[in-house]
């Protein structure tokens, strides 16, 4: 079975500094790779996809199919962009795999 | 449009008691999800739907069930519920599978005591 874990919990950054949140995840196959965000008091929404290779809020992940992972990226921080932010797989269609999360902290 | 929506925002049951989760959306979607939100353990799918009158287990299914009578329309049962159950349940739905966007509820905090 799929898995993607997310090995930091917390992620706390200055403004303005480099970000990177680390997915890496684990399939035999070649899965399609998602990132949600959850912003405070709001719902949690599509961030970006792999597929459609599209840079959203200035965040890009790239897929890396030797080390598994889809780590996302950021060079500058905003305070805005605290969140919660979910890296998700699925193999085939239907079903979304998510992984545990990391809560990022944008300090001013 | 007013989105996803889900009824009630939170609950609190004693264990053993029954409840049932409204999910709505109003965009067309076939398919449609359930998922819990446990601290640390991400999203996991409950139930889901492919369309209207169609339901099939996900990850984590006991103790859950599903019905989709209508196609806006997606229903969480807990026969009896367990303080396991005690999570943040979300719904969501979208057009295409997975493939395409998921669109989320804001979500329903249930306290099982």
């Known amino acids: 079975a799929q898995r993607v874990t997310q090995p930091e919990k917390l992620l706390s950054v200055f403004k303005g500094a480099p970000v990177e949140l680390k997915c890496n995840y684990s399939y035999s196959g070649s899965p399609e790779l998602f990132w949600y965000v959850q912003y405070s008091r709001q719902r949690l929404q599509l961030l970006l996809r792999?597929?459609s290779r599209e840079s959203i809020k200035g965040f890009t992940a790239d897929l890396n199919k030797g080390e598994t992972s889809f780590h996302l990226k950021k060079p500058f921080a905003q305070e805005e962009d605290s969140a919660m932010y979910y890296c998700a797989l699925t193999p085939a269609g239907n079903m979304l795999t998510f992984g545990g999360g990391t809560r990022l902290m944008v300090k001013p | 449009n007013a989105g996803v929506t889900q009824t009630p925002k939170f609950r609190v049951l004693k264990t053993g008691q029954s409840m049932t989760l409204l999910c709505a959306q109003d965009m067309n979607h076939e398919y449609m999800y359930w998922y819990r939100q446990d601290p640390g353990m991400g999203l996991r799918l409950i139930h889901y739907?492919?369309?209207?009158?169609?339901?099939a287990k996900g990850e984590v299914p006991d103790g859950y069930n599903v019905s989709r009578l209508k196609k806006q329309n997606f229903l969480l049962g807990l026969e009896s519920a367990a303080p396991s159950q005690t999570s943040v349940y979300f719904c969501a739905s979208s057009y295409l599978p997975v493939w395409g966007t998921q669109y989320f509820g804001p979500g329903t905090r249930l306290l099982v005591l």
């Open positions: 739907s492919v369309g209207e009158g169609t339901t």
């Open positions: 792999h597929i």
